[in-house]
């Protein structure tokens, strides 16, 4: 099974990053997915998760409003698209296998992790 995160990078406060995910290795659409973020000194943190079909989603409170989750089955892509950036989202991106098909939002509910995309938010 692979993740490979990609779109992360530098921009500006107030600026938008769109982050791609693609999957392989596993039948993609039977499991949910999520993206987590883990800024320097600070725990992995849940930013956003998504269920098998793509009806259901969750965020955390601090992304609530500015990322939107997707997910493309038949590409075995999920995206985070990051709208209204701030400097305190500045961190590693990671995208993740739920174990099951639904919404994930601890760290232990994912058995597959991607590399991480590096975000910086300059003010």
């Known amino acids: 099974v692979q993740l490979q995160a990609s779109g992360g990078g530098l921009v500006q406060a107030g600026g938008s990053l769109r982050l791609s995910c693609a999957a392989s290795?596993?039948?993609?659409?039977?499991?949910?997915m999520g993206w987590f973020r883990q800024a320097p000194g600070k725990e992995r943190a849940l930013v956003a998760t998504?269920?098998?079909?793509?009806?259901?989603?969750a965020y955390g409170d601090s992304v609530k409003g500015r990322f939107s989750i997707s997910r493309d089955n038949a590409r075995n892509m999920v995206y985070l698209q990051m709208n209204s950036l701030e400097p305190e989202d500045t961190a590693v991106y990671y995208c993740?296998?739920?174990?099951?098909?639904?919404?994930?939002?601890?760290?232990?509910?994912?058995?597959?992790w991607g590399q991480g995309t590096l975000v910086t938010v300059s003010s």
């Open positions: 998504i269920g098998w079909s793509g009806r259901t989603t």
């Open positions: 290795g596993r039948t993609f659409s039977s499991f949910g």
């Open positions: 993740a296998f739920n174990k099951g098909p639904g919404l994930g939002y601890r760290t232990y509910e994912y058995d597959y």
